[in-house]
């Protein structure tokens, strides 16, 4: 056991890619239980598929770092839907159904243009192994800054999805605090997607904050233990995938929705 850690723990993209998952995963599981308390998984996914635009976006201006342009198109569509949503009389899930299916197909066809697709394909399922270390950086940057949103606003966030009207009330901005919310998860779902994959990265911000939901009794384990969950799937789904030789973003949502299929029956069978 011990010669096998020193082997796995001696490739540098090894260790590039343990660090980026005890960062990644949780601020996945901090965020993923508020959106699934605002039942905002549609919206995440959209965020996920609107970098394809973003992407695009880049490639047509000539822009060298496309993780800009991603991160500046993501921000502006996370407030425009935020904008419409609360505008239109059509359902939320509607309106961001329609914005995401859009900006897909807006996406695919600039990309695909001349048959350049395949370039770009990768991004689907991510690569985890191939972070660096200046990308890491950024990745701890934004932890700390997520940590010190929730900290300054986790009470006012809560209200918010327990009670619209009621948190309006009581005096908090909503839709000041629903908008840097957005911004956060367009952020982080941006700076992850290269490493987890577009397909894939909303099922991780989900399934953790799921399974917590089905085992918690109050707000404190909710928040536990979808870190925990979050963690775990990471770490085993980064440590299987080295052995079978399979894209590791893919192999953490498979233990993540594992994990949330157990816990799923351990909460009937308790209720």
Not at 10 to 34: E, Q, V
Not at 203 to 219: G, K
């Amino acid at each position: 056991m011990i010669e096998f850690f020193t082997a796995w723990w001696s490739y540098g993209f090894m260790r590039n890619a343990f660090i980026a998952i005890l960062i990644i995963t949780p601020l996945f599981g901090i965020l993923g239980t508020m959106i699934v308390n605002n039942k905002m998984a549609f919206f995440s996914d959209a965020l996920g598929h609107s970098a394809l635009t973003g992407i695009a976006l880049g490639v047509v201006m000539g822009v060298a770092d496309t993780t800009l342009s991603m991160i500046i198109f993501a921000v502006i569509f996370a407030l425009l839907l935020n904008y419409i949503s609360s505008k239109a009389s059509a359902s939320r899930d509607t309106i961001i159904s329609v914005f995401s299916s859009a900006c897909i197909a807006v996406g695919l066809a600039i990309l695909s243009k001349g048959g350049n697709f395949s370039k770009y394909s990768s991004l689907l399922v991510g690569d985890v192994l191939s972070i660096s270390k200046k990308e890491i950086i950024y990745l701890i940057l934004i932890f700390a800054a997520t940590l010190i949103f929730w900290g300054v606003a986790f009470n006012k966030l809560n209200a918010v999805s327990l009670h619209r009207a009621l948190a309006k009330s009581r005096g908090i901005r909503v839709k000041l605090i629903e908008n840097i919310f957005a911004i956060f998860i367009a952020l982080i779902v941006m700076l992850s997607i290269k490493w987890i994959g577009i397909l894939i990265i909303n099922a991780l911000l989900i399934l953790p904050a799921a399974a917590s939901r089905n085992i918690s009794v109050n707000m404190r384990e909710y928040h536990l233990f979808s870190v925990i969950f979050s963690l775990f799937s990471g770490l085993l789904g980064l440590m299987i995938s080295y052995f079978t030789n399979v894209a590791t973003g893919p192999m953490i949502v498979i233990v993540a929705a594992i994990i949330y299929f157990a816990t799923y029956v351990y909460g009937r069978r308790n209720a």
